[in-house]
């Protein structure tokens, strides 16, 4: 199994701050056929479901605002929030799907300082 | 409008079983793989088991093999998922999931882009 460790398990950033949540896989999730990481970063608010905010590492799901972002390649991933807003305050998890069993990272909770 | 409505969550005695159902709207439900994901009281989220987009591939956690069943009519546009031998470690919200790849086989290689609400199952005497 692809094991997902995500760093920190909790952060706190001060409004209109950059907040950057790490994600690494225990094994490469880039498919060299296509080139594609197969890594996506979902947002979860109380009581919500998980959102999709990025796939594909860098891939920005529609509707999801600009200041979100997604990097890294093979087993290093991030995700970047600029400018950080109070409606951003949520668990972030990093997922792979380059193999089953899909996998999850344990989450990052993301708050106001 | 995209929707996911997942049902059938209740409270259940260990070794009981239970079926949980998922109704899609506003999609070609059978061009697609479906999944299902728990998350544990304060948890973290724990993939559960896929099915592709034609019910012939079908996929699931060591930790549900042999006691869940995932399966879909593609004709009332739902989703299943049979839970027998239920545990207290299966007690979770349970929701289902569409995986964005279109007509994609076997399944299972991308992301999940539309989450239900969620179905509420707990395990206990």
């Known amino acids: 199994d692809i094991v997902m460790t995500q760093s920190p398990d909790s952060l706190a950033v001060s409004l209109g701050e950059r907040a950057t949540i790490n994600c690494k896989s225990s094994?490469?999730?880039?498919?060299?056929?296509?080139?594609?990481?197969?890594l996506a970063w979902y947002q979860q608010k109380p009581g919500q479901p998980p959102k999709l905010l990025i796939y594909?590492?860098?891939a920005r799901e529609s509707g999801v605002p600009d200041r979100f972002s997604g990097s890294g390649s093979g087993t290093d991933f991030t995700l970047t929030i600029t400018s950080l807003q109070a409606e951003d305050v949520a668990v972030y998890y990093c997922?792979?799907?380059?193999?089953?069993?899909?996998?999850f990272g344990q989450g990052t909770r993301l708050e106001i300082k | 409008q995209v929707h996911l409505v997942e049902s059938g969550g209740g409270v259940v005695q260990p070794g009981r079983s239970l079926r949980l159902s998922c109704a899609a709207s506003?999609?070609?439900?059978?061009?697609?793989?479906m999944h299902w994901v728990r998350q544990a009281p304060g948890k973290g989220l724990e993939w559960v088991a896929l099915?592709?987009?034609?019910?012939?591939?079908?996929y699931y956690t060591d930790s549900v093999k042999g006691r869940f069943t995932i399966s879909r009519d593609n004709s009332k546009n739902t989703l299943y998922l049979q839970m027998n031998s239920l545990r207290p470690e299966d007690t979770a919200v349970y929701y289902c999931?569409?995986?964005?790849?279109?007509?994609?086989?076997?399944?299972?290689?991308?992301?999940?882009?539309?989450w239900g609400q969620g179905t509420l199952v707990t395990v206990s005497s």
């Open positions: 594909w590492a860098s």
């Open positions: 094994q490469s999730v880039l498919y060299s056929s296509n080139n594609k990481n197969y």
């Open positions: 099915i592709s987009y034609d019910g012939d591939n079908k």
């Open positions: 997922q792979q799907y380059y193999s089953t069993p899909i996998t």
């Open positions: 999931a569409r995986d964005r790849g279109w007509l994609v086989l076997p399944g299972g290689d991308d992301a999940f882009d539309i």
């Open positions: 506003g999609f070609t439900f059978s061009s697609y793989t």
